[in-house]
Structures are given as structure tokens and as C-alpha cells.
């Protein structure tokens, strides 16, 4: 069994530099082994908060505590060891190929010392097994910046699993993929979960497809954190409509009783 790690945030609040807004006070613990959906309207400080979990962002108050260790006063290597962030998008004009941006993953582990004296070295059968499962394979030698929306979101996810971290944080990880990937993805991330105890937390904009993924949801409004719990006493509660001020039809699916939910 790989390394796990617990996730925990102690009265986190974050405050924007010359804005009138602040995320917080942000309290929740979670144990390995979860996959987390976190949802909310737009603006309601989900990726602040995936930001936060990864140290990208020092919180004003409170500490963010990753396998047991304050994430603010990890240096990059340390983080990169224990978290790996998936951003919406990625803007390059460095004419890498696929497998080039995705070893960029493993690369992550190492100090720039390390890096400068001796290029690490890549495993190539986890190499190989990280491109097959995100069906990325006939794309390897191919330059990212000639990739479609799609197939460059597969490269960051990819380039993520390869870095290969305790906690994976995905800021809206099916965006840009068609139906197929998109599903194939989440049922890798449901085995990782299951088979090495991986938590991951992702942003996520489907309440459609949420219940059918995830473990736990996090609600997010107006940069707080408003209910937490299994996805499926989150799905059905009044919660839902109040937040993000529509009606919505709670179901169960009807081949694995997941919850859906739908516009009426």
C-alpha cells in the first residue's frame, strides 16, 4: 500500500490583496481514501480553496495540514512530495511533446539542484501505464501546443498521476473532455482511491454526474464552506436550491441507485 495522508484545515481564512472579499473561516478534516467532490456557484471560492490545500496561497489565519505537516511551511519539493494540483488550463509556448510535459509530473519530486546536476531519472513502465490509462498513448511524440482543449486537459491529469502524491487536487478535471474520457477518467480516479488510498479533492461544476463519482461533497457559497457529508444527503438537501438558486429533481439512478439530479 502507497503512502497516505490526511487532509485538514484549522479556521483557514484567506483574504484577497485589495479586494473586499476573503475566503473562511474554512474548517473540515478528512481522512485518506476519499474522493471529494467540492461544488458551489461561480466565484464561490472553490479553486481558492484547491489553492490553498496545495500552498499555492498562504492562508491570513489558521493552518492547512497535510499528513500531518503545515503545507505553508513546506518548500516545493516537500509539497510537491505530499500534493499535486491540476489547474483548468495550462498556457505554454514551449514546444514540448506529450511525454515530455507529462514526466514534467515526476520532475516535480526533485530540487532544481538535483534536476541541474542529473536528470532524474523517469520510470518508464509508470510512464507507459499513466499514458495507456489516460489515453494518451498515440499522442506521446506530439507537441502540446497543437493539442485540442481536450486532449491538453488528459496531459496535466496525466502529468499529475505521474508525480504520483498521496493528495491529488483537480480544479474542474473533466472540463473540455468528451463524454468518454471524461467517465474513463473519474472510474481512474475511483480505483486510485480504492486501490492506493489516494485522496482527491476536486472542483466540480455537474451536479448531474457528481453523485455518481464522488464520496463526500463540500458545498462552497460566498467563500464559506455552508455543508459537507455523503454525497447523497447532500444531493437531496434543501442546501442545493439555495445555493445555487434553481430548482433541481433529486433521482436515483436507476441501475446502481447513485443520486442524480436533473432540471425539471
Not at 505553508?72 to 483548468?88: E, M
Not at 474520457?181 to 482511491?193: D, N, P, Y
Amino acid at each position: 500500500m502507497r503512502e497516505s495522508a490526511m487532509v485538514q484545515l484549522h479556521d483557514v481564512i484567506y483574504r484577497w490583496p485589495e479586494a473586499n472579499a476573503a475566503v473562511g473561516p474554512l474548517s473540515v478534516s478528512l481522512p485518506a481514501g476519499q474522493l471529494v467532490g467540492v461544488i458551489g456557484p461561480n466565484g464561490a471560492g472553490k479553486s481558492t480553496l484547491l489553492k490553498l490545500l496545495a500552498g499555492f496561497l498562504r492562508p491570513h489565519q489558521g493552518q492547512v495540514v497535510v499528513g500531518g505537516k503545515d503545507i505553508s511551511t513546506l518548500n516545493g519539493q516537500s509539497r510537491a512530495r505530499l500534493v499535486a494540483f491540476v489547474p483548468q488550463t495550462l498556457e505554454t509556448t514551449f514546444d514540448l511533446t506529450v511525454e515530455e510535459v507529462v514526466q514534467l509530473g515526476s520532475l516535480h519530486r526533485y530540487t532544481w539542484r538535483d534536476r541541474l546536476a542529473v536528470r532524474p531519472a523517469v520510470d518508464q513502465d509508470r510512464l507507459a501505464a499513466v499514458l495507456e490509462s489516460t489515453g494518451l498513448t498515440p499522442l506521446r511524440q506530439r507537441p502540446f501546443p497543437k493539442l485540442s482543449g481536450g486532449e491538453a486537459k488528459r496531459v496535466l491529469l496525466a502529468a499529475a498521476l505521474l508525480q504520483d502524491t498521496p493528495v491529488l487536487l483537480l480544479d474542474e478535471p473533466t472540463a473540455h473532455l468528451d463524454p468518454g474520457h471524461a467517465v474513463g477518467f473519474l472510474h481512474l480516479l475511483q480505483e486510485l482511491v480504492a486501490r492506493e488510498e489516494k485522496t482527491v479533492i476536486m472542483a466540480y461544476h455537474d451536479l448531474a454526474s457528481v453523485g455518481l463519482f464522488a464520496h463526500r461533497l463540500w458545498v462552497m457559497h460566498r467563500g464559506r464552506l455552508v455543508a459537507q457529508g455523503d454525497a447523497q444527503s447532500i444531493l437531496s438537501s434543501p442546501i442545493i436550491a439555495d445555493v445555487y438558486q434553481v430548482s433541481l429533481v433529486y433521482l436515483a439512478h436507476p441501475q446502481n441507485h447513485k443520486p442524480l439530479l436533473i432540471f425539471p
